[in-house]
């Protein structure tokens, strides 16, 4: 996402939980594209940190025009067996976390009639059992985003978020790089592909923070080639292709 909106024009704050390389490959592939770039990080798990955070980038560029949360985590475990610190750190980071950056840029964007996108999960329109707390967090987290989208109409804040099916990501990598179990995630994806985070997600972020979409929000997109709306698809005995 952040190399999508990397251009010459675009000013941008890179935030993560700690220094890494990976900050720092980011962070210069963006300033070749032209980008002025700045990184601060935080563990969004802390109270404080969504604050200063926010205060950091507005001070370092005079102000916000959008604002993307996408950090997030998963415990697995039932909801029987999960840690009640589990279940605490996840919704910390999950659902605090957003809405603590949200409320800390409330400000800025209301100056700038900017704009808001939170990633959650398809995890958060239908449930993924043994994953924790991460279901219902990511549910809370697009009900938040509903919610402040009503409450920022009036301020000219949109507010929308984008919930991902079956990605390769950096927390994903460990599945997909057992060729038997991705092949069987993408027999079941009516579209038979897993989805990449720059080519299938980066955009449609860059569209719901853009002027393009300014009649938009108070929404939650779901990204995940289909599969959500295939169920009816397994039903064996179903009527076959062209049946009347």
Known sequence: MAKRLA???????????????????IMAECTARGATVSTFTGDLSQSDVPQRLVDAAAERFGGLDGVVSNAGIVAPGTLCDIEEE???RTFAVNVR?????ARAAHPH????????????????????PGTGAYS????????????LAQEWAADGIRVNAVSPGLFRTAMTEPIYADA?????REAIIPLHRIGDPERDCAGLVEFLLSPDASYLTGQNIVVDGGLLGSIQTHIAGRPKSGAR
């Open 86 to 88: 589990a279940w605490e």
């Open 97 to 101: 976390g957003p809405w603590k950056l």
């Open 109 to 128: 964007l209301m100056a700038s009639a900017g704009a808001m996108v939170a990633v959650a999960s398809m995890s958060g329109v239908e449930p993924y």
């Open 136 to 147: 219902p967090s990511k549910a809370a987290l697009i009900m938040m985003v509903r919610v």
């Open 180 to 184: 038997e179990k991705k092949a069987a």
């Open 7 to 25: 251009n010459e024009h675009a000013q941008l704050a890179l935030c993560a939980s700690a220094p890494s390389p990976e900050l720092d490959s």
